[in-house]
């Protein structure tokens, strides 16, 4: 799961880049983007 405290409009997020750099199985991204956060936070 990804998260920040705050993001201003046009900063950079260097954590991103990291994975978009790592190839990625579209099942472990989904997990990483989304599914996690949605898990934990009951959604």
Same mark, same amino acid.
Request: net charge negative; charged share 25%; glycine share 8%.
């Given at each position: 799961? $990804?998260?920040?405290?705050? #993001?201003? &409009?046009? +900063?950079? @997020? &260097? +954590? #991103?880049?990291?994975?978009? +750099?790592? %190839?990625l &199985?579209? %099942? @472990?991204q =989904?997990?990483i $983007? *989304?599914?996690? =956060? *949605? *898990?934990? #936070?009951? $959604?």
């Open positions: 799961m $990804f998260g920040s405290d705050y #993001l201003a &409009p046009g +900063q950079e @997020v &260097p +954590q #991103l880049a990291l994975y978009c +750099q790592i %190839e &199985p579209d %099942e @472990v =989904a997990k $983007f *989304r599914d996690n =956060a *949605r *898990r934990i #936070l009951g $959604f």
